[in-house]
């Protein structure tokens, strides 16, 4: 059975275990992404483990896949356990918007580990963050993925989600074709 935990130090080798073997927390940036958070482990794993949990946006700039920074957005990441790391989810957001900039694709992003895919575990995480953003007060969600991922299109499907719009991703991320979905909190 799959649980949603904090980030916490016992969970923390199995972690960077999955980052070693070639997975990433990041859809877009890949391995840049895992060799970032890798060095970050190994220097300070307290503020590694602290930074991921940042809902006052208090941490560094954040990269984009073309290399150039933006602010840091207020979040947080929960980690899917299923008695060994088996993904990572996101929740992140404007104070006192609902809107987000442009850098930002959406307000969720997960990924589940190659060799625990096909699971439900992005099904049953997803909903368990929707109740988190609910409690922050969002009226809605955004999620956004690549016309060609059916999988998390499923997800987001079975979440509730409606297409909302297709667009072309910003400059910053290639200017590839993108589907936003949304998922309405208020109603549900």
């Known amino acids: 059975m799959m649980q949603l935990v904090v980030p916490v130090p016992q969970y923390l080798p199995s972690y960077a275990a999955a980052l070693r073997r070639g997975w990433s927390p990041n859809n877009e940036r890949g391995l840049a992404a895992s060799r970032e958070e890798l060095a970050l482990i190994e220097a300070d794993p307290a503020a590694f483990l602290a930074s991921l949990d940042d809902r006052q946006a208090k941490g560094p700039p954040v990269a984009m896949p ?26 992140r957001w404007q104070q006192g918007t609902v809107a987000l900039p442009p850098y930002c694709l959406g307000h969720i992003g997960y990924a589940v580990v190659p060799w625990r895919q096909r699971r439900g575990y992005a099904s049953a995480a997803l909903v368990r963050v929707l109740e988190e953003a609910r409690a922050i007060a969002l009226p809605y969600v955004e999620i956004t993925t690549d016309p060609d991922n059916l999988a998390s299109q ?35």
């Open 66 to 91: 073309d290399g150039s920074v933006v602010p840091r957005l207020p979040g947080f990441r929960r980690w899917m356990w299923d008695g060994a790391f088996a993904g990572s989810i996101g929740l």
């Open 154 to 188: 499923k997800v987001i499907l079975a979440a509730g989600g409606r297409l909302h719009e297709r667009f072309d991703k910003p400059p910053q991320f290639g200017s590839k074709p993108c589907l936003r979905f949304r998922i309405d909190l208020a109603a549900a």
